[in-house]
């Protein structure tokens, strides 16, 4: 070892980096190492192995660079082998039935990794254990990974992906057997494997030979045409699709999705969306966009709105780089462009499958075997739309892992599951996805859309008239940058103490009532009558929710891959209170008094969300 290191007498991180470089066979990476051990660069090698990313429900995710706490050729080998031996160990049938791996078009070229080559490297230590790969041949949205699990009846799905992160970012998703993305225990099973599997296997490294196996297959084309072809049965108004006069834009913001999304309209006879031509090729650097995260609204928009005006065309529909996500902003009257939040989406395209689904179901029974879901912290509308029209609503955690999961245990009572989406812009319209899916929500929007045309009527106006009959929801969500984690801790532990007892939560908040407490870190919940959670709880992160007299509801999470704390708050009004004015300053006063008496940012030195 150079003298540059050795000198700290840092024997644990000397062992870490010496361990790194007796395994790593990537030139890059063992240069970038052996140059920091060099200059003594202690602060950056410990950045780099003071820890070993965590591999959680959602996999990993962390910058591509040398080390154990980044996204790198050797922690990719790692990370597959220790995934692959819990395979091994759950199924029998497991080198009959193998995985799909798919990946996106992120790169990092200072530490040569890309997601191809992750990919390629996943699918070498599978095949290195007689494991069958439909390894996908070129870039591919994240949904397709987990409808090829199911499509094939395969026992796992991996995508490298790090969907709407920062360029330098990348990922590792993973899918079980049911369809869906894994859930505890799953996460801690092949975590303790991965720790057992460290030391790279003989053939790991060899990407050539297991390209050249006969146990990889490409299931590109197969897929391709199946998929297109099972999102085809959300398509009821394929004559209106052909002859409709709207125009949209649509953008992939230099990610995965313009070919599948101009597919998805084609199989819905839906004329194609104007591509924005600057970011519809993908492009690891994201050149146009600060943050290629169509959740942030305008500014990755700005080019979908030029075009939309020089086109004529209305309606500006954005995907996320893995094409998971949907965004959709509609021109209004004024001339203005609305961006549509996430939940109001999901109140339109709520509406909307229910609407297909009523035309084709007569029987009046049939409604019971209906289900909608969605996350404890998106918009309650699909339960009011629920109580009106007879279907089941349920919520779950936040995520589509519990989504999916939950959606699987229906499916498999025979029950119908019509639609689930959470706030942050995800929406499964189809259950040939047990997932979020950019691409199936972006036709049946167009769909929509085309639809409401012919009645004179648009998105907007449509948004009115769900709530004129549903009640109005209106949310507002936000949230606090916190790096410092006793912060964080104190403030919610204030929250849980409250009149300086333990377990006393607040019962009011500024001159608002508290009616309910529900606590998914401790497993509180005083709307039952044990007073203990039905939802799953997890001491691992910070979550509280409060019922207001008023028909409010805000909660209070952490973020699990940001330094963030989030709160989402929503009013929920009985049908025929249509005073929106006096709704939304209700709400702008709620949100305040949460700001002011439960976050105190003064304080607590709370960075607001950056505007």
């Known amino acids: 070892m150079e003298n540059g290191l050795s000198t700290t007498c840092n024997t644990k991180l000397d062992q870490a980096v010496k361990q790194w470089l007796q395994y790593d066979k990537n030139p890059k990476t063992v240069s970038m190492v ?16 003071s820890s070993r990313m965590e591999f959680g429900t959602a996999g990993l995710r962390a910058a591509m660079g040398p080390g154990t706490s980044c996204m790198n050729d050797l922690t990719i080998i790692q990370t597959t082998q220790g995934f692959c031996h819990y395979l091994e160990e759950s199924f029998d049938n497991f080198k009959e039935r193998g995985v799909v791996i798919g990946y996106d078009a992120r790169a990092h070229p ?266 404890t912290v998106s918009s309650k509308i699909l339960r009011g739309i629920a109580l009106k029209e007879g279907f089941h609503f349920e919520e779950t955690l936040t995520g589509f892992k519990w989504m999916g999961n939950r959606a699987r245990d229906l499916l498999d009572q025979g029950k119908t599951v019509l639609f689930a989406f959470e706030e942050a812009i995800g929406y499964m319209c189809s259950s040939s996805v047990l997932d979020k899916d950019g691409v199936s929500a972006a036709a049946i929007a167009g769909e929509m859309i085309s639809y409401l045309a012919t009645k004179s009527s648009s998105l907007s106006q449509q948004l009115t008239a769900i709530y004129e009959e549903y009640g109005y929801h209106i949310s507002k969500n936000s949230y606090f940058i916190c790096h410092d984690q006793d912060v964080i801790h104190s403030l919610f532990d204030r929250l849980r103490n409250y009149s300086g007892q333990k377990d006393s939560y607040p019962t009011e908040c500024g001159r608002f009532s508290i009616s309910a407490v529900r606590d998914l870190t401790t497993g509180y919940d005083s709307n039952q009558p044990s007073n203990k959670a039905v939802l799953p709880t997890s001491r691992s992160s910070q979550m509280i929710t409060f019922t207001f007299s008023n028909g409010g509801v805000a909660t209070m999470r952490t973020s699990g891959t940001e330094p963030k704390i989030k709160y989402y708050t929503e009013l929920c009004a009985a049908p025929g209170n249509s005073n929106v004015t006096h709704l939304k300053k209700e709400l702008d006063d709620l949100v305040d008094a949460i700001v002011d008496n439960f976050f105190e940012p003064e304080k607590n030195k709370l960075q607001p969300k950056p505007e």
């Open 110 to 375: 200072p530490s040569g990794g890309s997601s191809k080559r992750f990919a390629s490297l996943a699918a070498a230590v599978f095949i290195s254990r007689g494991v069958p790969v439909h390894l996908f041949s070129d870039i591919t949205p994240t949904p397709f990974v987990p409808f090829t699990v199911l499509h094939l009846g395969l026992c796992a799905g991996i995508m490298v992906t790090a969907s709407h992160n920062p360029k330098q970012d990348n990922g590792y998703k993973v899918y079980w057997e049911n369809g869906a993305q894994i859930v505890s225990p799953h996460d801690k099973g092949i975590s303790q494997s991965i720790e057992e599997n460290l030391e790279p296997w003989p053939e790991s490294w060899s990407t050539e030979e297991a390209l050249k196996s006969p146990l990889l297959k490409d299931p590109y084309q197969d897929i391709h045409t199946q998929y297109f072809k099972a999102i085809q049965k959300h398509c009821h108004h394929r004559d209106i699709n052909k002859s409709s006069k709207v125009k949209i834009v649509h953008t992939s913001v230099h990610g995965v999705g313009h070919t599948f999304v101009q597919s998805a309209f084609k199989a819905f006879d839906l004329h194609p969306p104007y591509a924005v031509e600057e970011q519809k090729d993908p492009d690891p650097e994201f050149p146009t966009v600060k943050y290629p995260n169509p959740e942030e609204g305008e500014g990755v928009l700005t080019l979908s709105f030029a075009l939309a005006e020089r086109e004529g065309a209305t309606v500006v529909l954005a995907n996320d780089p893995d094409a998971d996500r949907l965004a959709v902003a509609e021109k209004q009257e004024s001339g203005q462009w609305r961006v549509f939040s996430g939940n109001e989406l999901g109140a339109l395209l709520g509406w909307w499958m229910f609407r297909c689904w009523e035309k084709l179901n007569s029987d009046a029974a049939a409604v019971k075997n209906v289900y909608m879901l969605s996350s």
């Open 34 to 49: 052996q140059e920091l051990v060099k200059e003594g660069a202690v602060e950056a090698l410990k950045k780099c192995f």
